[in-house]
Protein backbone atom coordinates (compact mmCIF):
# COMPACT_ATOMS: atom_id res chain seq x y z
CA UNK A 1 0.00 0.00 0.00
CA UNK A 2 1.77 3.33 -0.69
CA UNK A 3 0.96 6.78 0.32
CA UNK A 4 -1.42 10.03 -1.01
CA UNK A 5 1.27 11.94 -1.34
CA UNK A 6 3.00 8.30 -3.31
CA UNK A 7 0.28 8.16 -5.07
CA UNK A 8 -0.31 11.80 -6.34
CA UNK A 9 3.39 12.10 -7.78
CA UNK A 10 2.89 8.74 -9.38
CA UNK A 11 -0.19 9.82 -11.15
CA UNK A 12 0.85 13.23 -11.71
CA UNK A 13 4.52 12.36 -13.44
CA UNK A 14 2.70 10.17 -15.66
CA UNK A 15 0.31 13.02 -17.43
CA UNK A 16 1.32 15.22 -20.02
CA UNK A 17 -0.71 17.64 -21.58
CA UNK A 18 -3.15 17.08 -24.61
CA UNK A 19 -2.79 19.27 -28.07
CA UNK A 20 -4.31 22.56 -28.61
CA UNK A 21 -7.07 23.84 -30.67
CA UNK A 22 -8.16 27.46 -31.85
CA UNK A 23 -11.51 28.27 -29.56
CA UNK A 24 -13.40 31.53 -29.63
CA UNK A 25 -12.81 34.10 -26.53
CA UNK A 26 -15.47 33.05 -24.82
CA UNK A 27 -14.99 29.64 -24.78
CA UNK A 28 -11.83 30.19 -23.70
CA UNK A 29 -12.55 31.52 -20.41
CA UNK A 30 -11.25 29.49 -17.45
CA UNK A 31 -9.28 27.99 -19.54
CA UNK A 32 -5.30 28.04 -20.33
CA UNK A 33 -3.93 29.77 -23.42
CA UNK A 34 -1.21 28.16 -25.31
CA UNK A 35 0.07 31.14 -27.17
CA UNK A 36 1.78 34.39 -26.52
CA UNK A 37 -0.77 37.13 -27.38
CA UNK A 38 1.35 40.57 -28.79
CA UNK A 39 -0.70 43.86 -29.27
CA UNK A 40 -1.22 44.66 -33.09
CA UNK A 41 -1.73 48.03 -32.22
CA UNK A 42 -1.75 50.67 -29.37
CA UNK A 43 -4.61 50.28 -26.65
CA UNK A 44 -6.18 53.05 -26.41
CA UNK A 45 -4.95 53.81 -30.55
CA UNK A 46 -5.15 57.56 -30.29
CA UNK A 47 -4.63 60.49 -27.65
CA UNK A 48 -8.25 60.89 -26.08
CA UNK A 49 -10.18 62.64 -23.55
CA UNK A 50 -10.45 61.34 -20.20
CA UNK A 51 -13.49 64.16 -19.73
CA UNK A 52 -16.20 66.04 -21.25
CA UNK A 53 -14.94 69.40 -21.22
CA UNK A 54 -12.66 71.58 -24.00
CA UNK A 55 -9.85 70.85 -25.39
CA UNK A 56 -7.29 73.60 -24.99
CA UNK A 57 -3.19 75.06 -25.36
CA UNK A 58 -2.59 74.62 -21.07
CA UNK A 59 -0.69 77.79 -21.56
CA UNK A 60 -3.85 80.03 -23.08
CA UNK A 61 -5.31 79.44 -19.65
CA UNK A 62 -2.20 80.29 -17.25
CA UNK A 63 -3.74 82.26 -14.19
CA UNK A 64 -7.06 81.24 -14.79
CA UNK A 65 -9.08 80.96 -11.55
CA UNK A 66 -12.92 81.71 -10.45
CA UNK A 67 -12.87 84.72 -10.51
CA UNK A 68 -10.30 85.35 -13.21
CA UNK A 69 -11.75 83.06 -16.22
CA UNK A 70 -9.74 82.89 -19.58
CA UNK A 71 -12.27 83.58 -23.08
CA UNK A 72 -11.54 80.96 -25.77
CA UNK A 73 -12.83 80.82 -28.97
CA UNK A 74 -14.77 77.40 -29.77
CA UNK A 75 -13.87 76.09 -32.72
CA UNK A 76 -14.95 72.58 -33.28
CA UNK A 77 -17.46 70.13 -31.64
CA UNK A 78 -16.29 66.71 -31.01
CA UNK A 79 -17.64 63.97 -30.13
CA UNK A 80 -16.86 60.38 -29.19
CA UNK A 81 -16.74 57.99 -31.97
CA UNK A 82 -15.38 61.68 -34.34
CA UNK A 83 -12.34 62.73 -35.76
CA UNK A 84 -11.23 66.06 -35.50
CA UNK A 85 -10.95 68.29 -38.32
CA UNK A 86 -9.23 71.28 -37.23
CA UNK A 87 -6.00 72.46 -34.94
CA UNK A 88 -6.51 74.28 -31.95
CA UNK A 89 -4.37 77.13 -32.33
CA UNK A 90 -3.73 80.31 -29.51
CA UNK A 91 -7.03 81.14 -27.93
CA UNK A 92 -8.89 78.06 -28.93
CA UNK A 93 -10.81 75.46 -27.77
CA UNK A 94 -12.86 72.41 -28.67
CA UNK A 95 -15.64 71.13 -27.34
CA UNK A 96 -14.62 67.40 -26.31
CA UNK A 97 -16.60 64.18 -25.26
CA UNK A 98 -15.24 61.34 -22.94
CA UNK A 99 -13.12 58.96 -25.39
CA UNK A 100 -12.90 61.42 -28.38
CA UNK A 101 -9.69 61.75 -29.96
CA UNK A 102 -7.81 65.20 -28.61
CA UNK A 103 -7.39 67.72 -31.77
CA UNK A 104 -3.91 68.51 -32.97
CA UNK A 105 -2.27 71.53 -30.93
CA UNK A 106 -4.52 70.76 -27.89
CA UNK A 107 -2.37 69.32 -24.91
CA UNK A 108 -4.85 69.39 -22.02
CA UNK A 109 -8.62 69.05 -21.53
CA UNK A 110 -10.51 71.15 -18.82
CA UNK A 111 -13.83 69.68 -17.53
CA UNK A 112 -16.99 70.80 -18.53
CA UNK A 113 -17.98 71.59 -14.73
CA UNK A 114 -14.83 74.41 -14.61
CA UNK A 115 -16.01 76.15 -17.56
CA UNK A 116 -18.88 78.25 -18.96
CA UNK A 117 -19.97 78.78 -22.55
CA UNK A 118 -21.98 81.75 -24.08
CA UNK A 119 -22.01 83.41 -26.92
CA UNK A 120 -18.96 85.30 -26.64
CA UNK A 121 -17.59 81.75 -26.66
CA UNK A 122 -16.10 79.71 -23.10
CA UNK A 123 -15.49 80.50 -20.24
CA UNK A 124 -12.59 78.79 -18.40
CA UNK A 125 -12.53 79.19 -14.63
CA UNK A 126 -9.25 77.13 -13.72
CA UNK A 127 -5.50 76.34 -15.17
CA UNK A 128 -4.85 73.05 -16.36
CA UNK A 129 -1.23 71.33 -16.12
CA UNK A 130 -0.20 69.66 -19.86
CA UNK A 131 -1.45 66.36 -20.27
CA UNK A 132 -4.44 66.65 -18.11
CA UNK A 133 -7.50 64.48 -18.46
CA UNK A 134 -5.83 63.17 -21.68
CA UNK A 135 -5.46 59.19 -22.06
CA UNK A 136 -2.54 58.40 -24.49
CA UNK A 137 -2.23 56.27 -27.17
CA UNK A 138 -0.66 53.05 -25.50
CA UNK A 139 -1.04 54.26 -22.33
CA UNK A 140 -2.76 50.76 -21.87
CA UNK A 141 -0.96 48.91 -24.11
CA UNK A 142 1.89 49.73 -26.73
CA UNK A 143 1.97 48.22 -29.92
CA UNK A 144 4.01 44.72 -30.09
CA UNK A 145 3.89 44.54 -26.50
CA UNK A 146 3.68 41.10 -25.23
CA UNK A 147 0.23 41.44 -23.15
CA UNK A 148 -0.41 37.83 -22.36
CA UNK A 149 1.70 34.96 -21.97
CA UNK A 150 1.49 31.19 -22.73
CA UNK A 151 0.26 29.57 -19.90
CA UNK A 152 -2.31 32.18 -18.67
CA UNK A 153 -5.69 31.09 -17.08
CA UNK A 154 -7.99 33.16 -19.15
CA UNK A 155 -10.14 35.04 -16.74
CA UNK A 156 -12.95 37.78 -17.78
CA UNK A 157 -10.10 40.45 -17.82
CA UNK A 158 -7.93 38.61 -20.39
CA UNK A 159 -11.28 38.05 -22.07
CA UNK A 160 -11.82 41.94 -22.61
CA UNK A 161 -8.18 42.68 -23.05
CA UNK A 162 -8.32 40.09 -26.16
CA UNK A 163 -11.02 41.82 -27.51
CA UNK A 164 -9.42 45.22 -26.84
CA UNK A 165 -6.68 43.67 -29.14
CA UNK A 166 -9.07 42.60 -31.74
CA UNK A 167 -8.23 38.91 -31.32
CA UNK A 168 -11.58 36.78 -31.51
CA UNK A 169 -9.87 33.18 -31.21
CA UNK A 170 -6.73 31.94 -29.44
CA UNK A 171 -4.95 28.35 -28.74
CA UNK A 172 -6.07 26.94 -25.62
CA UNK A 173 -5.18 23.09 -23.86
CA UNK A 174 -8.03 20.81 -25.78
CA UNK A 175 -10.32 19.69 -22.91
CA UNK A 176 -9.50 15.56 -22.48
CA UNK A 177 -12.40 13.30 -22.94
CA UNK A 178 -12.55 11.63 -19.70
CA UNK A 179 -14.24 7.81 -20.09
CA UNK A 180 -16.95 6.94 -17.35
CA UNK A 181 -17.56 3.68 -16.71
CA UNK A 182 -19.67 2.20 -13.66
CA UNK A 183 -19.41 -1.24 -12.54
CA UNK A 184 -21.94 -3.15 -10.39
CA UNK A 185 -24.91 -5.89 -10.88
CA UNK A 186 -26.91 -4.08 -8.40
CA UNK A 187 -26.88 -0.79 -10.87
CA UNK A 188 -29.67 0.80 -12.42
CA UNK A 189 -29.85 4.16 -13.97
CA UNK A 190 -31.73 7.45 -13.19
CA UNK A 191 -35.12 6.64 -14.30
CA UNK A 192 -35.34 2.86 -12.30
CA UNK A 193 -35.24 4.87 -8.36
CA UNK A 194 -37.06 2.98 -6.49
CA UNK A 195 -36.45 -0.35 -8.08
CA UNK A 196 -36.39 -2.80 -5.67
CA UNK A 197 -32.95 -4.24 -4.95
CA UNK A 198 -31.31 -1.94 -7.21
CA UNK A 199 -28.99 1.46 -6.59
CA UNK A 200 -29.36 4.31 -8.48
CA UNK A 201 -26.07 4.75 -10.69
CA UNK A 202 -25.12 8.38 -8.82
CA UNK A 203 -21.11 7.84 -9.65
CA UNK A 204 -21.71 8.35 -13.25
CA UNK A 205 -23.40 11.70 -12.87
CA UNK A 206 -21.22 12.99 -9.49
CA UNK A 207 -18.33 11.96 -11.56
CA UNK A 208 -19.28 13.75 -14.84
CA UNK A 209 -19.93 16.99 -13.13
CA UNK A 210 -16.68 16.62 -11.46
CA UNK A 211 -14.52 16.07 -14.78
CA UNK A 212 -17.20 19.00 -16.37
CA UNK A 213 -16.00 21.46 -12.93
CA UNK A 214 -12.32 20.69 -13.87
CA UNK A 215 -12.59 21.35 -17.64
CA UNK A 216 -13.17 17.71 -19.05
CA UNK A 217 -15.71 16.24 -21.56
CA UNK A 218 -17.53 13.17 -19.54
CA UNK A 219 -18.08 10.59 -22.09
CA UNK A 220 -20.68 8.29 -20.73
CA UNK A 221 -19.86 4.69 -21.04
CA UNK A 222 -22.71 3.44 -18.92
CA UNK A 223 -23.16 0.66 -16.27
CA UNK A 224 -20.73 -2.67 -17.04
CA UNK A 225 -22.09 -6.38 -15.51
CA UNK A 226 -20.52 -7.67 -12.45
CA UNK A 227 -18.72 -9.95 -15.50
CA UNK A 228 -15.35 -10.41 -17.47
CA UNK A 229 -17.23 -9.93 -20.83
CA UNK A 230 -18.73 -6.78 -20.01
CA UNK A 231 -16.57 -5.19 -18.63
CA UNK A 232 -13.88 -5.81 -21.13
CA UNK A 233 -16.31 -4.03 -23.88
CA UNK A 234 -17.28 -1.20 -21.39
CA UNK A 235 -13.29 -1.03 -20.66
CA UNK A 236 -12.23 -1.55 -24.78
CA UNK A 237 -14.89 1.38 -25.62
CA UNK A 238 -13.46 3.54 -23.43
CA UNK A 239 -10.17 3.21 -25.06
CA UNK A 240 -11.21 5.78 -27.28
CA UNK A 241 -10.85 8.74 -24.45
CA UNK A 242 -8.38 10.52 -22.83
CA UNK A 243 -8.23 9.36 -19.10
CA UNK A 244 -10.48 6.56 -18.15
CA UNK A 245 -12.50 6.29 -14.68
CA UNK A 246 -14.17 3.64 -13.70
CA UNK A 247 -15.82 3.12 -10.44
CA UNK A 248 -16.31 -0.03 -8.06
CA UNK A 249 -15.19 -3.44 -8.28
CA UNK A 250 -11.83 -2.83 -6.90
CA UNK A 251 -11.61 -4.16 -3.46
CA UNK A 252 -11.30 -7.76 -2.44
CA UNK A 253 -14.89 -8.98 -3.42
CA UNK A 254 -15.84 -12.10 -5.73
CA UNK A 255 -16.88 -9.78 -8.43
CA UNK A 256 -14.07 -7.61 -7.97
CA UNK A 257 -12.85 -7.98 -11.24
CA UNK A 258 -11.85 -4.37 -12.41
CA UNK A 259 -8.13 -4.83 -11.66
CA UNK A 260 -8.34 -7.94 -14.03
CA UNK A 261 -9.80 -6.99 -16.83
CA UNK A 262 -7.83 -3.55 -17.04
CA UNK A 263 -4.76 -5.66 -17.11
CA UNK A 264 -6.22 -8.23 -19.65
CA UNK A 265 -6.63 -5.00 -22.27
CA UNK A 266 -3.07 -4.22 -21.89
CA UNK A 267 -3.81 -1.43 -19.15
CA UNK A 268 -0.72 -1.73 -17.07
CA UNK A 269 -1.66 -1.19 -13.19
CA UNK A 270 1.15 1.08 -11.80
CA UNK A 271 -0.49 0.74 -8.09
CA UNK A 272 -3.26 -0.21 -6.37
CA UNK A 273 -4.45 0.32 -2.51
CA UNK A 274 -3.45 3.79 -1.19
CA UNK A 275 -3.26 4.41 2.84
CA UNK A 276 -6.22 6.83 2.99
CA UNK A 277 -10.05 6.29 3.69
CA UNK A 278 -12.19 6.80 2.54
CA UNK A 279 -10.42 5.25 -0.57
CA UNK A 280 -8.12 2.94 0.04
CA UNK A 281 -8.87 0.42 -2.66
CA UNK A 282 -8.23 3.34 -5.51
CA UNK A 283 -6.21 1.84 -8.54
CA UNK A 284 -4.55 3.42 -10.75
CA UNK A 285 -2.88 1.94 -14.11
CA UNK A 286 -1.67 3.33 -17.60
CA UNK A 287 -1.91 2.09 -21.24
CA UNK A 288 0.08 3.88 -23.82
CA UNK A 289 0.15 6.90 -21.28
CA UNK A 290 -3.11 7.08 -21.31
CA UNK A 291 -4.50 7.06 -17.26
CA UNK A 292 -6.60 4.92 -15.88
CA UNK A 293 -8.02 5.35 -12.86
CA UNK A 294 -10.18 2.57 -11.00
CA UNK A 295 -11.90 4.41 -8.01
CA UNK A 296 -13.67 2.62 -5.71
CA UNK A 297 -17.35 2.62 -5.59
CA UNK A 298 -19.08 3.93 -2.55
CA UNK A 299 -20.44 7.22 -3.62
CA UNK A 300 -18.63 9.24 -1.21
CA UNK A 301 -15.02 7.28 -1.87
CA UNK A 302 -15.10 7.81 -5.96
CA UNK A 303 -15.84 11.66 -5.27
CA UNK A 304 -13.02 12.07 -2.80
CA UNK A 305 -10.90 10.06 -4.84
CA UNK A 306 -11.74 12.19 -7.95
CA UNK A 307 -10.68 15.11 -5.70
CA UNK A 308 -7.54 14.26 -4.79
CA UNK A 309 -6.20 12.65 -7.77
CA UNK A 310 -7.92 12.94 -11.32
CA UNK A 311 -8.99 16.54 -10.81
CA UNK A 312 -5.47 17.64 -10.46
CA UNK A 313 -4.41 15.09 -13.16
CA UNK A 314 -7.12 17.00 -15.54
CA UNK A 315 -6.03 20.20 -14.73
CA UNK A 316 -2.11 19.46 -15.43
CA UNK A 317 -3.13 17.86 -18.55
CA UNK A 318 -5.00 20.69 -19.54
CA UNK A 319 -1.90 23.36 -18.82
CA UNK A 320 -3.07 24.68 -15.29
CA UNK A 321 -0.09 25.00 -12.73
CA UNK A 322 -2.47 25.49 -9.87
CA UNK A 323 -3.79 22.19 -9.91
CA UNK A 324 -4.78 22.17 -6.18
CA UNK A 325 -7.62 23.47 -3.82
CA UNK A 326 -6.62 25.75 -1.78
CA UNK A 327 -6.26 24.68 1.71
CA UNK A 328 -6.39 26.27 5.30
CA UNK A 329 -5.68 26.49 9.11
CA UNK A 330 -8.71 25.93 10.91
CA UNK A 331 -9.51 25.02 14.38
CA UNK A 332 -11.34 21.85 15.04
CA UNK A 333 -14.88 21.99 16.59
CA UNK A 334 -14.78 18.24 17.87
CA UNK A 335 -12.54 15.30 18.80
CA UNK A 336 -12.03 13.10 15.92
CA UNK A 337 -10.70 9.79 16.52
CA UNK A 338 -8.97 7.65 13.57
CA UNK A 339 -6.70 4.87 12.75
CA UNK A 340 -3.02 5.34 12.66
CA UNK A 341 -1.52 4.45 9.20
CA UNK A 342 -4.03 5.88 7.02
CA UNK A 343 -4.74 9.59 5.73
CA UNK A 344 -8.38 10.74 6.69
CA UNK A 345 -10.64 12.65 4.48
CA UNK A 346 -13.32 14.22 6.70
CA UNK A 347 -16.34 16.21 5.13
CA UNK A 348 -16.33 19.27 6.97
CA UNK A 349 -18.06 22.42 6.76
CA UNK A 350 -15.74 25.69 7.66
CA UNK A 351 -16.96 29.01 8.80
CA UNK A 352 -15.56 32.02 9.87
CA UNK A 353 -16.55 33.02 13.89
CA UNK A 354 -15.02 36.39 15.30
CA UNK A 355 -11.67 36.13 14.42
CA UNK A 356 -11.36 32.29 14.04
CA UNK A 357 -11.92 29.84 11.32
CA UNK A 358 -13.56 27.14 12.67
CA UNK A 359 -14.31 23.61 11.33
CA UNK A 360 -16.83 20.92 12.25
CA UNK A 361 -17.28 17.58 10.69
CA UNK A 362 -20.71 17.15 8.52
CA UNK A 363 -21.81 14.31 11.11
CA UNK A 364 -21.58 10.81 10.13
CA UNK A 365 -19.23 9.50 7.97
CA UNK A 366 -19.59 6.59 6.36
CA UNK A 367 -18.25 6.16 2.59
CA UNK A 368 -22.14 4.86 1.59
CA UNK A 369 -23.43 8.79 2.92
CA UNK A 370 -23.20 11.33 0.03
CA UNK A 371 -25.17 13.52 2.18
CA UNK A 372 -21.70 13.90 3.80
CA UNK A 373 -20.71 15.38 0.60
CA UNK A 374 -23.78 17.37 -0.02
CA UNK A 375 -23.23 19.39 3.63
CA UNK A 376 -19.61 19.93 2.80
CA UNK A 377 -17.82 22.95 1.80
CA UNK A 378 -14.43 21.22 2.85
CA UNK A 379 -12.57 18.63 3.61
CA UNK A 380 -10.25 18.06 6.97
CA UNK A 381 -7.25 16.36 5.98
CA UNK A 382 -5.83 14.25 9.04
CA UNK A 383 -2.23 13.13 8.70
CA UNK A 384 -1.53 8.99 8.87
CA UNK A 385 0.36 9.45 11.86
CA UNK A 386 -2.26 10.11 14.08
CA UNK A 387 -4.95 8.57 16.16
CA UNK A 388 -6.51 11.31 17.58
CA UNK A 389 -7.50 14.82 17.05
CA UNK A 390 -8.67 17.07 20.19
CA UNK A 391 -11.29 19.86 19.81
CA UNK A 392 -9.54 23.45 19.40
CA UNK A 393 -6.67 21.87 17.29
CA UNK A 394 -5.49 23.64 14.13
CA UNK A 395 -6.46 21.17 11.51
CA UNK A 396 -5.60 21.26 7.70
CA UNK A 397 -8.74 22.04 5.52
CA UNK A 398 -8.96 21.88 2.01
CA UNK A 399 -11.40 24.73 0.62
CA UNK A 400 -13.88 22.65 -1.91
CA UNK A 401 -16.28 25.77 -2.89
CA UNK A 402 -16.52 29.55 -1.91
CA UNK A 403 -19.76 28.98 -0.06
CA UNK A 404 -17.95 29.52 3.48
CA UNK A 405 -19.13 33.00 4.38
CA UNK A 406 -15.17 34.49 4.57
CA UNK A 407 -16.19 37.68 2.57
CA UNK A 408 -18.82 38.92 4.94
CA UNK A 409 -16.68 41.29 6.28
CA UNK A 410 -19.08 43.88 8.35
CA UNK A 411 -17.88 46.83 7.36
CA UNK A 412 -17.97 46.18 3.69
CA UNK A 413 -21.49 44.88 3.60
CA UNK A 414 -22.87 47.60 5.91
CA UNK A 415 -24.24 50.51 4.50
P1 LIG B 1 -18.02 -2.21 -4.79
O1 LIG B 1 -16.68 -1.58 -4.69
O2 LIG B 1 -18.32 -2.71 -6.14
O3 LIG B 1 -18.19 -3.25 -3.73
O4 LIG B 1 -19.07 -1.08 -4.45
C1 LIG B 1 -19.09 -0.46 -3.21
C2 LIG B 1 -20.40 0.19 -2.91
O5 LIG B 1 -20.60 1.28 -3.77
C3 LIG B 1 -21.62 -0.69 -3.09
O6 LIG B 1 -22.50 -0.48 -2.01
C4 LIG B 1 -22.21 -0.21 -4.38
O7 LIG B 1 -23.58 -0.45 -4.44
C5 LIG B 1 -21.88 1.23 -4.39
N1 LIG B 1 -21.76 1.68 -5.77
C6 LIG B 1 -20.96 1.14 -6.69
N2 LIG B 1 -21.07 1.77 -7.86
C7 LIG B 1 -21.96 2.76 -7.68
C8 LIG B 1 -22.50 3.75 -8.54
N3 LIG B 1 -22.12 3.85 -9.81
N4 LIG B 1 -23.40 4.61 -8.02
C9 LIG B 1 -23.77 4.51 -6.73
N5 LIG B 1 -23.30 3.58 -5.88
C10 LIG B 1 -22.40 2.71 -6.33
MG1 LIG C 1 -19.56 -3.95 -7.01
Avoid at 367 to 396: H, Q, T, W, Y
Wanted: hydrophobic share 40%.
Amino acid sequence: MITVKEALNHILSSISSLGFEKVDILSALGRIIGEDVYAPRNIPPRDNSAMDGYALKSKDITGAGPDNPVILNVIEDIPAGYTPQKTVGSGEAARIMTGAPVPEGADAVVMVEETKSDDAGVRIYAEAAEGQNIRYAGEDVRDGDLVIRAGTLLRPAETGMLSALGCSFVRVYQKPMVALIATGDELIGIDGAGSPGKIVNSNSYSLAAQVMECGGIPLQIGIAKDNRDDLTAKFRDALRADIIVSSAGVSVGDYDFVKDVMEDIGIKIEFWQVAERPGKPMTFGTREGKPVFGLPGNPVSSMITFEQYVRPAILKMTGHKDIFRKIIRAKLAEDIKKKKGLRYFIRGRVRNQGESVIVETTGEQGSGILKSMVLANCIIIIPEDMDFVRAGSEVMVQILDNSQDFTKDPEYLSD
